[in-house]
């Protein structure tokens, strides 16, 4: 089962916040995320291995709470390279070589 | 430089002639998987492989083969490719275990008329 991802899709101005969520149905160990612009092949932002840790690259940040089965994404004072498609990931728990993704967020930052 | 690289970038093809879409990685990495893309509907896995020689199924193998006969390689095999295949297709690549992310190759965007 693939995690579900909300929302689907989130128009931004430039220097507004936003938050994309990842659950799953099934317990998770770790969570990926990833960005994959248009026309371009996804790109690994951070794995989340602990329950409550956060994470940050830039200024995105994550969030993983393992007990609820979700996983937050926070991106802060958007810019317009943060638009695309943002992807979390699964790796199963008793076989990390299988991976499910979300259906994906598409972010829109405008000027 | 570290990549994930496939190919060809593009293919259009016709109902039923075996292809192959190569894949190789320079990292050394154990895992490397497979992945088919179309609208709506994500990232969705065919086949994966922990090893050379270990390969499994994915969430939708039905059409496809593959085979690791060494560890940079991991090529995708249409059989007898079908109209229904017509996406892009990922290759990727991650050190062993589930504290890695995947490393992508650029895609294949394949058409089967």
């Known amino acids: 089962q693939q995690p579900v991802q909300s929302p689907q899709a989130v128009i931004l101005r430039e220097g507004e916040d936003a938050v994309i969520n990842c659950s799953s149905s099934?317990?998770?160990?770790?969570v990926h995320w990833y960005r994959q612009k248009h026309g371009e092949a996804p790109v690994f932002l951070m794995i989340?291995?602990?329950?409550?840790e956060q994470k940050g690259h830039e200024k995105i940040s994550a969030s993983f709470n393992e007990k609820k089965q979700q996983s937050s994404l926070y991106l802060t004072a958007s810019q317009l390279s943060y638009s695309g498609t943002y992807f979390c990931?699964?790796?199963?728990?008793?076989?990390?070589?299988?991976?499910?993704f979300g259906d994906g967020t598409t972010l829109t930052v405008k000027p | 430089e570290a990549q994930v690289t496939q190919n060809p970038r593009y293919l259009i093809t016709v109902t039923g002639k075996k292809l192959t879409v190569t894949c190789s990685q320079n990292?050394?990495?154990?895992?490397m998987s497979w992945y088919r893309q179309d609208p709506g509907l994500g990232l969705r896995q065919i086949y994966y492989?922990?090893?050379?020689?270990?390969?499994d199924k994915g969430d939708v193998p039905e059409g496809y083969k593959v085979s690791r006969k060494e560890k940079r390689n991991f090529p995708l095999i249409l059989e007898s490719p079908s109209p229904n295949q017509t996406s892009l297709y990922f290759c990727?690549?991650?050190?062993?275990?589930?504290?890695?992310?995947?490393?992508f190759g650029s895609g294949t965007r394949l058409t089967v008329v």
């Open positions: 099934k317990a998770l160990y770790s």
């Open positions: 990292m050394n990495h154990e895992y």
């Open positions: 989340l291995l602990k329950g409550g």
């Open positions: 492989s922990m090893n050379v020689e270990v390969t």
């Open positions: 990727a690549s991650s050190s062993q275990g589930i504290n890695y992310g995947y490393t």
């Open positions: 990931g699964a790796p199963d728990n008793t076989n990390a070589g299988k991976s499910t």
